[in-house]
């Protein structure tokens, strides 16, 4: 029937791993009809619940915690944790130290995780045919358009002063954003120079193209504090920051 | 044919789960949000399909099934005018105890409002610092994903 424009559908999903909710958004013909869709999230949320088998502090079974218990050497490391290890090298030296997984209460990758494991699991989203996605895994994210056509999603920056109140939006395709802030959590960011809990901003939103390096430099920001826009430009032309100060 | 398509019937539910959610341990979804797809979707020729919300046209008063939560049943009713969410209430708050008060006080006004909000401003998710499980029932991204579940 000709004049009957159907509108793109829609259909999210929502689990709670690794301690946060994390929704998938699909857009296109088939999210409600194609059965590969259902299978493909299902796959999506596993591969998270298997990163955090791997990773979580909070678990003391967790390859992590055996970690730091002393109890496991590196040639016994799953080839996750190995490359986990290796980004969180890189991550410390790209932000001057200012993401450190080495804690003085010993090594935790969580920062870093978070956002490896989150671009992982969108990447099989991104491989469905006619779809565009958007995975959000406690207020980060990563997009996928998979037409030139599709709309950009467009992405509310929350206020940290009122988190009910939308600061800005973000109109993005093909890539990620990444919040770092005390708004949730309280204040758990340390900066890892001082020991200090980093009060000079609210909150650091990076957009970029991979998650990954959007969520290290907004937690390295945050951390980092004061001009936070020149700070990462200097470092990261591909990505940029927004710093929302008290 | 519009006349046809603006008749399908939508539900749109929006329910609304309080409960506490302390670990990283635990796998299974503790917030679901709305019970039944919005579909099919209203045809409107041209109009944005990214909105987060209904698509346009559509309007009416839609109830979300009430949730069992360990604070007693919550449900949400929304009122949707040219598929745009123009209020959002809360049909049964639990106050069954000084404890929930305090929960429902805090959560429900922020609902109502953020539901207003993310439909006026056309957004599809929001980014925000790393949401607790139990902030999320509270969440502007909590009545997104009920929209489209």
């Known amino acids: 029937m000709t004049g009957f424009e159907v509108t793109a559908e829609r259909r999210s999903w929502v689990r709670q791993i690794m301690g946060m909710p994390i929704s998938v958004h699909l857009r296109g013909a088939g999210v409600r009809s194609d059965p590969v869709v259902p299978q493909v999230v299902a796959e999506v949320f596993e591969q998270l619940r298997a990163v955090d088998r791997l990773f979580s502090t909070y678990r003391s079974d967790s390859q992590v915690s055996r970690i730091r218990r002393g109890e496991l050497t590196p040639d016994h490391w799953h080839p996750w944790v190995h490359e986990v290890v290796g980004l969180c090298e890189q991550a410390r030296r790209r932000t001057d130290g200012y993401f450190d997984a080495w804690?003085?209460?010993?090594?935790?990758?969580?920062?870093?995780?978070?956002?490896?494991?989150?671009?992982?699991?969108?990447?099989?989203?991104?491989?469905?045919?006619?779809?565009?996605?958007?995975?959000?895994?406690?207020?980060?994210?990563?997009?996928?358009?998979?037409?030139?056509?599709?709309?950009?999603?467009?992405?509310?920056?929350?206020?940290?002063?009122?988190?009910?109140?939308?600061?800005?939006?973000?109109?993005?395709?093909?890539?990620?954003?990444?919040?770092?802030?005390?708004?949730?959590?309280?204040?758990?960011?340390?900066?890892?120079?001082?020991?200090?809990?980093?009060?000079?901003?609210?909150?650091?939103?990076?957009?970029?193209?991979?998650?990954?390096?959007?969520?290290?430099?907004?937690?390295?920001?945050?951390?980092?504090?004061?001009?936070?826009?020149s700070w990462l430009r200097a470092r990261a032309p591909d990505y940029r920051a927004l710093g929302v100060g008290p | 044919m519009r006349r046809i398509a603006s008749t399908v019937a939508a539900t749109v539910s929006i329910v609304v789960l309080l409960f506490s959610y302390h670990t990283s341990t635990n796998q299974d979804p503790v917030a679901v949000v709305g019970d039944q797809p919005l579909a099919p979707q209203p045809a409107t020729p041209g109009a944005p399909s990214t909105s987060g919300a209904p698509s346009s046209g559509t309007n009416g008063t839609f109830t979300g099934a009430a949730a069992d939560t360990r604070y007693g049943p919550v449900q949400v009713q929304i009122i949707v005018s040219g598929g745009r969410i123009t209020s959002a209430r809360t049909l049964q708050v639990p106050q069954q105890s000084s404890k929930d008060r305090r929960i429902n006080s805090a959560a429900v006004p922020i609902l109502n409002n953020e539901t207003v909000q993310a439909q006026s401003a056309r957004i599809d998710t929001v980014s925000g610092a790393t949401y607790t499980s139990e902030g999320y029932a509270q969440s502007l991204q909590s009545a997104i994903d009920g929209v489209h579940q």
């Open chain 1, 103 to 229: 804690l003085p209460t010993g090594f935790d990758p969580s920062g870093l995780v978070k956002g490896w494991a989150v671009e992982r699991a969108a990447a099989l989203l991104a491989e469905l045919n006619g779809c565009d996605s958007c995975l959000n895994a406690g207020g980060d994210i990563v997009t996928s358009v998979c037409s030139p056509n599709s709309p950009a999603w467009r992405v509310g920056i929350e206020d940290p002063r009122d988190r009910t109140r939308i600061l800005a939006v973000q109109e993005i395709r093909t890539g990620a954003v990444a919040t770092s802030g005390s708004a949730a959590r309280g204040a758990h960011i340390i900066d890892p120079h001082t020991g200090d809990r980093p009060d000079e901003l609210l909150a650091v939103t990076v957009t970029g193209p991979t998650l990954l390096w959007a969520d290290i430099y907004a937690t390295a920001g945050f951390a980092h504090g004061g001009d936070v826009v």
